[in-house]
């Protein structure tokens, strides 16, 4: 009969990865005084809300990655101008955030406040549960 111990190999599907990530905060951890880290939804909500809101040519030696509503926001809004802020939030989370699964996206404009609330619902690869990040893009010019 064959011993199990927990060297053996898991036969589960499920895998069992963790998403860490700097809190961009750089609040001190109180016992290691290192930076603290984030982890799991909280890493890749915060990574998306990043995504959204960079411009191109914003990140040293990445000058490709960004998603470019900011643009569109100086704009006056139409019904096409949300179609195009859905499409360009979706392209840059389908080509820099593999972590998370877009179910969907939701713009709700704001006239009074020269704002636009983005809304994007999607699920952390290998978690049950749907998530949703907003974030607020606004003209501060």
């Known amino acids: 009969m064959a011993s199990y111990d927990a060297s053996s190999t898991n036969k589960s599907k499920k895998s069992v ?3 860490k990530d700097l809190d961009l905060d750089f609040t001190r951890h109180p016992v290691t005084n290192d930076v603290v880290k ?11 809300r ?12 990445h000058p490709e990655l960004g998603c470019g509503v900011r643009e569109l926001l100086f704009e006056n809004f139409t019904p096409l101008t949300g179609i195009f802020i859905r499409r360009k939030v979706q392209e840059v989370l389908d080509n820099y955030e593999p972590r998370a ?8 404009e704001q006239p009074d406040r020269n704002a636009i609330d983005v809304q994007v ?3 952390v690869l290998n978690l049950p ?5 907003t974030t607020t893009l606004q003209r501060i010019r």
């Open 38 to 48: 984030i982890e799991d939804v909280d890493a890749v909500k915060r990574s998306v």
């Open 17 to 19: 990865r963790t998403y």
């Open 121 to 123: 619902n999607f699920y």
């Open 101 to 108: 699964r877009v179910s969907g996206i939701s713009v709700n």
């Open 129 to 133: 549960n749907p998530v949703s990040v």
């Open 50 to 61: 990043n995504l959204i809101n960079t411009n191109f040519y914003e990140r040293p030696f």
